[in-house]
C-alpha cells in the first residue's frame, strides 16, 4: 500500500506534464519580442500623448507599419484571406504588448472585432476585399452592434435597411469617429444583417471621452449606400463569434496594461527611498505589490483560457470568455488604483503615466460589458441551469 500512494505522485506528474501547463512556442517569443520593441519605439508616452490629442488621434503611418510591415492586425487570419495564417493565441500576444503601451489606433474596432467577423463571415467580394484591406493596414473600421455583456442584442438594433440603404443612429461607438468602414447590424425585411457603410456616407459626432485613447463617436445613418457582408442567416453567428474574440482580446489588452503598471510600481518600490530606506522594504508595500501579482497572473491565466477556449474548443467560449471579462476588468481597475497609490502624489499628477493607464482601466471596464453583468452571466450558465446529478465541467487540462 504505501509503495502504491509512493508511486503515485510520478505518475500523476508524468501524466500531466504534457497537458497542465501551456507554453509559448519559441516563435511566439520571437513575436512578443518584435512587437514589444515595436511598442516601445512607437508608443512611448511622449508619443501616445501626442497622438491621443492629434486628429485622427493616432499616427496612420504607425497603423499602416503594423498590418504590412509586422503583420500584427491579422495574425489569426488565413492566408488565403491575406493574414499570417497563426491563431488566436499568436494574436493575444501582439495584443498584450500593444496593451502594456496603450498603443494609439482603432485596434478596438479592427482587431478585436471587425476582423473577427470577417473571418467568420461566408466569403464574398465585399467581405474578401475589405478584409484584405484591414489585415494590412489600408483601412481601418468599427463595428456597431449592440451588445448585453458581450452577446448580441437583435432586439436593441437600431438601424434600418431600405432597399441598399440603411437608416438610423449608434451612440458611443468606439473608433466610429476615426474608422474608414463601418460594419453594421441593420435590420431588414428577413431580420438583421451584417452591412459595410463607407465612413464617407454617415454623419459622425466624436464624443469627449475619459479614455483619450480610445475615441467614441455617435453615428447618424441618413439613406447611406451599404453593401452586404453577411445575410440574416448568418450575421447572428458572425456576430456571436466577433463579440467573444473581442471580449477574449480585451481581456488580453487589460493583462498587458496590468503587467505594465505592476512592473512601474515594482520599479518605483525598489528606487523611492523615505526614512532612509526604499519604500518597497516597507511591510504594506509589499503586501499591496503581492496582491497586484496575484491579480495580474489570475487574469492572465483567465484570458488566454478563453483565448485557447474560443482556438480549440478545450472549454464553453461564451463562458470562458465572460470569466475573463469579469476578472480581467476587476485586475487591471485595482492594479491601476494602487499603482496611483505605489507611487503616492507623483501618481496623482497629469505628468505622470498612472492616470492614463487608469482612464484606460475605467473605460475597458464597461466595454462588453461590466465585471458584474459578466458575473451575473456566468450564474446564469453554470449555476441556473445546474443539474443536480450533473457537476459542471470545468476545464483542467486533462482530456475530457
Request: aromatic residues 6%; contains cysteine.
Amino acid at each position: 500500500m504505501a509503495e502504491e500512494l509512493a508511486d503515485q505522485p510520478d505518475k500523476g506528474a508524468e501524466e500531466l506534464a504534457d497537458t497542465s501547463e501551456y507554453k509559448f512556442t519559441e516563435e511566439q517569443g520571437q513575436l512578443r519580442a518584435a512587437v514589444r520593441k515595436f511598442s516601445a519605439d512607437h508608443f512611448s508616452e511622449e508619443k501616445v500623448r501626442a497622438q491621443m490629442e492629434s486628429d485622427p488621434p493616432f499616427d496612420a503611418k504607425v497603423w499602416a507599419r503594423l498590418g504590412a510591415e509586422l503583420g500584427v492586425l491579422g495574425l489569426a487570419v488565413p492566408e488565403a484571406d491575406g493574414g499570417a495564417g497563426g491563431t488566436l493565441v499568436d494574436q493575444a500576444v501582439a495584443v498584450e504588448e500593444l496593451g502594456a503601451r496603450l498603443a494609439c489606433g482603432p485596434l478596438f474596432g479592427t482587431v478585436y472585432l471587425a476582423i473577427p467577423a470577417l473571418v467568420a463571415a461566408p466569403a464574398g467580394e465585399v467581405r474578401d476585399e475589405l478584409l484584405a484591406d484591414l489585415v494590412e493596414g489600408r483601412r481601418t473600421a468599427a463595428v456597431v452592434v449592440p451588445d448585453r455583456a458581450g452577446v448580441f442584442d437583435p432586439d436593441a438594433v437600431t438601424v434600418e435597411v431600405a432597399g441598399e440603404t440603411l437608416s438610423g443612429t449608434a451612440t458611443q461607438v468606439v473608433d466610429g469617429g476615426v474608422a474608414d468602414v463601418l460594419l453594421v447590424a441593420a435590420r431588414g425585411p428577413q431580420g438583421v444583417g451584417l452591412y459595410a457603410v463607407d465612413a464617407a456616407q454617415v454623419q459622425r459626432s466624436p464624443l469627449a471621452t475619459l479614455d483619450l485613447t480610445r475615441p467614441q463617436a455617435d453615428v447618424v445613418f441618413a439613406d447611406a449606400a451599404a453593401r452586404l457582408v453577411a445575410g440574416a442567416e448568418e450575421a447572428p453567428r458572425v456576430l456571436e463569434h466577433a463579440l467573444q474574440v473581442g471580449a477574449a482580446l480585451l481581456a488580453v489588452e487589460q493583462v498587458g496594461a496590468a503587467q505594465h503598471l505592476l512592473d512601474l510600481s515594482v520599479d518605483y518600490a525598489k528606487t523611492r527611498w523615505q526614512f532612509g530606506r526604499p519604500i518597497g522594504s516597507f511591510q504594506a508595500v509589499k503586501h499591496r505589490l503581492a496582491n497586484l501579482l496575484v491579480d495580474v497572473e489570475h487574469a492572465r491565466s483567465t484570458a488566454y483560457h478563453a483565448i485557447w477556449a474560443l482556438s480549440d474548443g478545450s472549454d464553453d467560449p461564451a463562458l470562458a470568455t465572460s470569466i475573463a471579462q469579469a476578472v480581467c476588468s476587476a485586475a487591471l481597475t485595482h492594479v491601476a488604483t494602487d499603482t496611483i497609490q505605489v507611487h503616492g502624489g507623483i501618481g496623482f499628477t497629469w505628468e505622470h503615466q498612472a492616470h492614463l493607464y487608469y482612464k484606460r482601466a475605467t473605460t475597458d471596464a464597461v466595454l462588453l460589458g461590466s465585471a458584474e453583468q459578466h458575473r451575473d452571466r456566468i450564474a446564469a450558465m453554470v449555476l441556473d441551469a445546474a443539474d443536480a446529478d450533473r457537476v459542471p465541467r470545468v476545464a483542467d487540462g486533462r482530456p475530457a
